[in-house]
């Protein structure tokens, strides 16, 4: 009978546990996804700076 109660507890427990990760499982990808964007943006931004620096001190040396 404890046993039994145990098992029905436990099975209960995770049939919960597996109904959240059911229910998360978009708004984690949607994080993962996020981040990946920003962090390529944060990259593509930084070789863009760099590109208009390199212009910037070519344009100014054919001045001097």
């Given at each position: 009978?404890?046993?039994?109660?145990l098992?029905?507890?436990?099975s209960?427990q995770?049939?919960?546990?597996?109904?959240?990760?059911?229910?998360?499982?978009?708004?984690?990808?949607?994080?993962?996804?996020?981040?990946?964007?920003l962090?390529?943006?944060?990259?593509?931004?930084?070789?863009?700076?760099?590109?208009?620096?390199?212009?910037?001190?070519?344009?100014?040396?054919?001045?001097?």
């Amino acid at each position: 009978s404890h046993r039994r109660l145990l098992l029905w507890f436990i099975s209960n427990q995770m049939n919960e546990v597996l109904q959240i990760i059911a229910s998360l499982w978009p708004i984690g990808i949607g994080v993962i996804t996020l981040i990946i964007v920003l962090a390529r943006m944060h990259y593509n931004l930084e070789a863009l700076t760099e590109k208009v620096k390199v212009l910037f001190d070519f344009h100014n040396k054919r001045k001097d």
